[in-house]
């Protein structure tokens, strides 16, 4: 095996918190496509924590928006009519 056979891990780039903000937005809308209530309210919600995000961006690292827009639980329900 010569040197230039040796294959040079490039490090993981992190994104910017645009690309992780559309990132997000993209697979919520991916997950949930019946949904546009919901795609609202993770735009709305997404859109107001944008300025915290900028000044941490370990929570980019963390992928900390996934966490907050992926319920732990869902009830569901009906009700016959």
């Not at 994104?15 to 546009?36: F, H, M």
């Not at 993770?42 to 907050?68: A, F, M, Q, Y």
Request: charged letters at 25%.
């Amino acid at each position: 095996m010569s040197a230039l056979d040796v294959s040079v891990k490039t490090p993981t780039r992190t994104p910017s918190v645009k690309e992780y903000v559309q990132q997000v937005l993209t697979g919520i809308r991916a997950k949930n496509p019946a949904e546009p209530e919901f795609h609202q309210a993770v735009t709305e919600v997404v859109s107001s924590v944008i300025p915290i995000l900028d000044r941490h961006p370990r929570l980019v690292k963390e992928k900390i928006l996934e966490r907050v827009c992926e319920p732990e639980r869902v009830i569901m329900f009906r009700v016959p009519w």
